[in-house]
């Protein structure tokens, strides 16, 4: 007869060598960590949007050329189109607070338009400011977490899934910076994340 498993129901029986976690299916190896955790150990920097309050530029304050005022609708086949977005000037940029985004970031749509992705490219200029429907995760120790992985594990269909039910739907979606701290991470060694993001 059929060898009874420990599944419970509706779940695949997951192999040997293989464990069950909130985001799919993984070797027992990897570690799923909360993004908290990886700033706590100083693997990421705090993730943060460009919420600018009261101080959010107007439509009177873009101009045609300066630091790129990326938005949810700014992100195109994964990459940011930095060249339709709107501009503010450098002197604008620096009343803002938060939000200034470097090449190298990850960066996540979490209101209106949630779980798109991009890294920021090679920029010619300092930096890009976020509005407050983007987030960008900054890796700080490149040793233990690999940018290209992240991205391509925010774009996993696990966490897309969990991303979105999170967030509620519609237009109205929207997943804030404190719940973001909770969202779990699959970590792998480092050697197999760079093989991750390579394929």
Known sequence: GRRASQDDGGGMEVKPGYKQT????????????????????????????????????????????????VMANNFLNGQVDLLRCKFITKQGAEKLQKGFSIAGDVLLTHKGTVGNTAIVPDLSIEYIMLTPQVTYYRVRDESRLNNQFLRQYFDSQPFQSLFKSLAGGGTRAYLGIVKQLALPIIKPPIDEQRAIAAM
């Open 22 to 69: 909130e985001v799919g299916v993984i070797p027992e190896a990897w570690e799923v960590v909360a993004v908290r955790r990886l700033v706590d150990e100083g693997i990421l920097e705090k993730p943060l949007d460009g919420n600018h309050g009261n101080i959010h530029p107007k439509s009177s304050d873009f101009v045609d050329h300066g630091i790129p005022f």
